[in-house]
Structure formats: structure tokens, C-alpha cells
């Protein structure tokens, strides 16, 4: 439920701020994004609770298959930190969610 040392920490998985970044990268080749940012926020207003990534891509999107999107992260993210994947199979995590921001110009 916090973010200490660079790590996100909701179901004793400990997924560091690394692997979070290695997980989006990969998910940004394989979607063909051009990422200016991005940012996770650890959900515990769900349940079970969920990480929240908040992506900025460097040029605006029109259409997009965000469901597509939430697998790549998912599957991004259980190869970079195996213990998420115990802990959303173990019903403790749900899959992540996706939001776009575009900065205000």
C-alpha cells in the first residue's frame, strides 16, 4: 500500500520501480507507442486492489485497442516481476488499468 525505495508494494509482491519501467518499455515496442511518460499509481480503492498506469504518449492517440494494451502490460509485467503474477492468480491483485493524459499546451 506505499511506495518505499522505489517499490510498489500491495500484495507482498514488491515490484520495483525497474521492473515496472522494463514491463512498459517492452509494452510500449510491441504497441507501437511513442512514450513521453508514464507513471503508476497502486490502486486500494478497488478490491482486489490494482496498479493504475497513467500514460502519456508523445503524440495524442485517436484509436486505439486499449484492451490489447491491458494484456501487454499484464503479461509485461508478470515477466518482469513473477511474484505479481502469483498475487493477482492468488486473487490479492487485479489486472492493471490504463489511463491516457496528454499534457496541456
Known amino acids: 500500500m506505499y511506495r518505499v525505495n522505489r517499490t510498489i508494494n500491495l500484495a507482498e509482491e514488491k515490484t520495483t520501480e525497474k521492473a515496472l519501467q522494463i514491463a512498459f518499455e517492452n509494452t510500449c515496442q510491441e504497441m507501437g507507442i511513442e ?20 500514460i502519456e504518449p508523445l503524440h495524442e492517440i485517436k484509436k486505439f485497442d486499449t484492451e490489447a494494451l491491458k494484456k501487454s502490460i499484464f503479461k509485461n509485467l508478470c515477466k518482469a516481476n513473477p511474484v505479481y503474477f502469483d498475487c493477482y492468480d492468488d486473487h490479492w491483485l487485479d489486472k492493471p488499468e490504463v489511463w491516457f493524459q496528454y499534457a496541456v499546451c
Open 35 to 54: 512514450l513521453a511518460d508514464f507513471s503508476v499509481y497502486p490502486n486500494t480503492d478497488v478490491t482486489p486492489n490494482r496498479y493504475d498506469f497513467l
